[in-house]
Antibody, heavy 120, light 107 residues
Framework: EKQLVESGGRLVPPGGSLRLSCAASGFTFSSYKVNWVRQAPGKGLEWVSYIGTSSSTIYYADSVKGRFTITRDDGKNSVYLQMNSLRAEDTAVYYC?????????????WGQGTLVTVSS | NVLTQPPSLSVAPGRTARITCGVKGIATEGVHWYQQKPGQAPVVVIYYDGGRPSGIPERFSGSNSGNTATLTISGVEAGDEADYYCQVWDSSNLHVLFGGGTKLTVL
């Protein structure tokens, strides 16, 4: 079964840092592009970041550029999201998602998500 | 650039639901649709405008006129009650865009 499992979410004060992890299984991780997508409580989906195969290309949403860093370790079948200078508006469930094909393709599967709460 | 969706739609069981997604002015290669039920992660129901993944009922279909993409659910069932999101890759701005979501209520 193709699966993505996120971890690392917790309560963190404003201005703090956090590193999210996403572990993949059931498919050849190194062959796929990966994204992070978040969803604030009761709100819609918001794209956060993209990383291509071999970390060849990286993109960020304007709302996180300069604060978040996406990386991957194909040897560990994992992708990470380092989040610095966290703000209250970063509070959300963060999903790790696989791109099925090219950069314009769809997300499948989605992980179960990990909750990040930024609050004092 | 944003993708515009109606916030909500109510449909009686057995009727047809049509959820629209405005994509005017956005350079895309196709629209994808996701269904999200409460407490669950989203699941793709339509890809590249009209493709249907295995396991998704034939009641789900999609189309794209260029300015507006439409997700059509025929013979709506109670189990279709969920939030639906459209999504594209904006090749001009190198961003992924999501619509604001449409809450489908089955009466």
């Amino acid at each position: 079964e193709k699966q993505l499992v996120e971890s690392g979410g917790r309560l963190v004060p404003p201005g703090g840092s956090l590193r999210l992890s996403c572990a993949a299984s059931g498919f050849t991780f190194s062959s796929y592009k990966v994204n992070w997508v978040r969803q604030a409580p009761g709100k819609g989906l918001e794209w956060v970041s993209y990383i291509g195969t071999s970390s060849s290309t990286i993109y960020y949403a304007d709302s996180v550029k300069g604060r978040f860093t996406i990386t991957r370790d194909d040897g560990k079948n994992s992708v990470y999201l380092q989040m610095n200078s966290l703000r209250a508006e970063d509070t959300a469930v963060y999903y790790c998602v696989r791109l099925l094909g090219t950069i314009s393709s769809w997300f499948d599967p989605w992980g179960q998500g990990t909750l990040v709460t930024v609050s004092s | 650039n944003v993708l515009t969706q109606p916030p909500s739609l109510s449909v009686a069981p057995g009727r047809t639901a049509r959820i629209t997604c405005g994509v005017k002015g956005i350079a895309t290669e196709g629209v994808h649709w996701y269904q999200q039920k409460p407490g669950q992660a989203p699941v793709v129901v339509i890809y590249y405008d009209g493709g249907r993944p295995s396991g998704i009922p034939e009641r789900f279909s999609g189309s794209n006129s260029g300015n507006t993409a439409t997700l059509t659910i025929s013979g709506v069932e109670a189990g279709d009650e969920a939030d639906y999101y459209c999504q594209v890759w904006d090749s001009s701005n190198l961003h992924v865009l999501f619509g604001g979501g449409t809450k489908l209520t089955v009466l």
